[in-house]
């Protein structure tokens, strides 16, 4: 993961971590096809309902496991992802960023998350995959399934706006611990979707996938043309 931070540090550091967020990008990318040949060719079935199976009471599929409170805190947590959330959060960040002086960064701030929905909107028009059916829902949601927009959208904005905090830290822990907690989120709120039953085990996979891969290139490019303005 240190690798990934140094990504958007200057001197002769850079090449180490252009290349990790290539091969970062790389097996993502890699990762997405061979997922979405598996699920179109019907052969993720069994793992995605086991999963979301193992998130139910067996005797009854309408009550998560865990005590009560737990379903509500789970909304909370998804809620990270949710295009409210995501905007507020990206309106407040490049704000700051702007008056801070980093116009670049707020720039490319925008056009990963702009991007990234953009993305998002046409592949799932483009796969059709409907949500699960085989637990009841936890809260309402209507859209296509595939890929997951939460799992996929808190990948791009957490994992790019983690990098920007990890550029302004001149210690390498405080870089790590920056970008792991832009993981942690961004994989907790793919893993609440699965929790309330409104995505299939295989959408958040493909969102993690997309989402890491999109705002891998994202950073590579801004990183390439900041060494070209130099």
């Not at 890699?30 to 309902?49: C, H, N, Q, Y």
């Not at 509500?72 to 990270?80: K, N």
């Amino acid at each position: 993961m240190s690798r990934l931070v140094r990504l958007l540090l200057p001197g002769d550091r850079v090449e180490l971590g252009v290349l990790a967020a290539l091969f970062v990008g790389a097996v993502s990318v890699l990762g997405f096809a061979l997922l979405t040949s598996e699920m179109i060719d019907g052969e993720t079935v069994g793992f995605d309902r086991a999963v979301l199976l193992a998130f139910r009471d067996p005797a009854n599929l309408a009550n998560p496991i865990g005590p009560p409170w737990l379903a509500d805190a789970v909304r909370d947590v998804t809620s990270l992802g949710s295009t409210i959330m995501l905007t507020l959060i990206v309106i407040a960040s490049a704000g700051y960023l702007l008056l801070d002086g980093k116009r670049a960064s707020a720039v490319l701030l925008l056009a990963s998350v702009i991007g990234g929905a953009v993305l998002s909107q046409v592949m799932k028009v483009l796969f059709g995959r409907a949500r699960p059916d085989i637990v009841p829902h936890l809260m309402g949601e209507s859209s296509l399934s595939f890929p997951s927009g939460h799992a996929m959208m808190s990948a791009v904005l957490y994992l790019t706006l983690g990098a920007l905090l990890a550029r302004a830290q001149d210690g390498r822990r405080q870089q790590i611990y920056l970008f792991g907690v832009a993981v942690f989120v961004a994989v907790a709120v793919g893993l609440s979707r699965l929790y309330l039953g409104v995505h299939w085990p295989t959408d958040v996979l493909a969102g993690w996938s997309v989402g890491a891969a999109w705002a891998m290139g994202c950073l590579l490019a801004a990183s390439w043309l900041e060494r070209g303005r130099r």
